[in-house]
């Protein structure tokens, strides 16, 4: 079993109490405004309490201030420019989860642009194709920067406005923190957790707060963004009564499917569009809660204020309109590249060697360099990358999940549809122990890719690899 620190929820308890007089919205603040096409990013160090109580504030990254950073919202098919400035001691680069952009604008140190150092800065030039749920993150020591806090949310507008009342952000992070709520430090890069399930946390935040609350009208639909940005928990989340469709997956529409039991598994890294009919009557306060084994843990609250007359309630939403994305067919007179992709590695699993620089090693030997697991018996980045098509192949990975442990793989610069979801496109596909699939998509974005698993520990552990289209 898996040894990890119990996610008690001490400070939980104590808040939902404290908060339930707070009407503070959580709404995050906005970095845009659709006039201007260019922003700023300043990665930074910050220091913020998650409990008004606690002692000193817990030391954390973030940018422009805050962890998760302000919400960048961006036009669809326009350039914007986002100058990344790095204030931080070590270096960073951002990459933008999930956008279908330039490879030279994607963010990987090493394969498309250098890090950028301290005092530096780096433009980014964006022009996203497909409207929807994004998500920005730093990829230079992910595994490290990521859990200090270093993330944000990137919404791409659809050009027209949809019919919504509200349109609401909620980004789920889990923290490690110690009782004193700082940040745990000396759990870091521990190694049995990157065997294991990845650094797991016991705090949980919504928009980097604790226990927040949403100000919502009764007779309101909202637009619920649900993002997962932890480092390696997988979250179910289960919301309040009332109905409730998902509308898009990692950023990308679908048919508006009613969701009977209210529940939504994401892993990290995943999104989710939800569309939520508030049935509350005013002066109700409903909870959504993470279902962690035998806990529930509630981790934000609706509000409800006065009430508002509303004709569409309970009927399914309509579409969000489609994106370029969904020009692509892959099902007619395709012929897939097979690509086979074989997870092994990590506590309780079977492998017992694998190749990690060009150098054939046993198991012992790749711990002591930190790595742990393999994709086809390498472990980590390779000379040679994963396949090498020219663009437009039909490519499918056929994932083999042969270990103890659920991961989330991760393809850069494309989205796939996954065997298990016919229809669906994403950009992460969570898969259990012992599950297969097949990731079909087009290789149709020039340049080097990588693919990773999102539990960010196993990718700095070994889980990643890369292909090239030509
Ligand atoms: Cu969200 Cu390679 O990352
Ligand atoms: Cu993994």
């Avoid at 690509?339 to 790749?366: D, N, T």
Wanted: aromatic letters at 8%.
């Amino acid at each position: 079993m898996i040894k990890q620190k119990k996610v008690t929820r001490r400070q939980f308890i104590q808040t939902s109490m404290a908060t339930a007089a707070s009407t503070a919205m959580p709404q995050l603040s906005i970095a845009a405004n659709n006039a201007s096409q260019s922003w700023q990013l300043e990665a930074v160090e910050i220091s913020r309490r998650f409990e008004p109580q606690q002692p000193a504030p817990a030391k954390l990254l973030g940018f422009n201030g805050s962890t998760p950073g302000p919400v960048l919202r961006l036009p669809q098919a326009k350039v914007s420019e986002i100058r990344v400035i790095n204030s931080l001691a070590e270096p960073t680069a951002v990459h933008w989860h999930g956008l279908r952009i330039d490879n030279a604008m994607d963010g990987v140190p090493g394969m498309t642009q250098d890090a950028i150092a301290p005092g530096e800065s780096f433009r980014y030039l964006l022009n996203p194709p497909d409207a929807g749920t994004y998500w920005y993150h730093s990829h230079h020591r992910s595994w490290e920067q990521l859990a200090r806090g270093l993330a944000g949310v990137l919404i791409v507008e659809e050009q027209q406005a949809q019919d919504f009342d509200q349109d609401l952000v909620f980004a789920i992070d889990d923290w490690r923190l110690d009782d004193d709520l700082q940040f745990d430090e000396t759990s870091f890069g521990s190694l049995h957790d990157w065997a294991h399930g990845g650094r797991l946390g016991n705090y949980l935040t919504v928009n980097g707060q604790t226990l927040p609350e949403f100000q919502v009208v009764s007779g309101q639909r909202v637009r619920l963004r649900v993002i997962n940005i932890a480092n390696a928990r997988v979250m179910t989340l289960r919301f309040p009564e009332g109905p409730i469709w998902e509308i898009a997956k990692d950023g990308q529409p679908l048919t508006p499917q009613p969701i009977e039991d209210r529940t939504v598994t994401l892993a990290p890294a995943q999104r989710v569009d939800l569309v939520l009919d508030m049935t509350a009557a005013p002066g109700d306060v409903s909870s959504v809660e993470v279902l962690v084994r035998d806990q529930v843990l509630e981790v934000a609250d609706f509000r409800y204020h006065s009430s508002k007359r509303q004709e569409t309630m309970n009927e399914a939403p309509s579409p969000l309109p489609a994106n370029p994305l969904h020009q692509i067919d892959l099902t007619t007179g395709r012929d897939y590249l097979s690509v086979p992709m074989k997870l092994e590695g990590g506590a309780m699993g079977r492998m017992s060697a694998a190749i990690h620089q060009g150098e054939s090693l046993g198991v012992r030997e790749l711990a002591r360099k930190g790595q742990v697991w393999a994709i086809n018996g390498f472990a980590g980045m390779t000379e040679q990358p994963l396949f090498r098509v020219p663009k437009g192949t039909a490519v499918s990975l056929e994932v083999n999940n042969n270990n103890a442990w659920p991961h989330g793989i991760h393809v850069h610069g494309h989205h796939f549809q996954d065997s298990r979801e016919p229809g669906v496109w994403r950009d992460t596909a969570l898969l259990n122990r012992a599950e297969t699939a097949s990731l079909r998509l087009i290789a149709d974005n020039p340049g080097q890719w990588l693919i990773h698993c999102h539990m960010l520990e196993h990718q700095a552990a070994g889980m990643k690899t890369w292909f090239e289209v030509t």
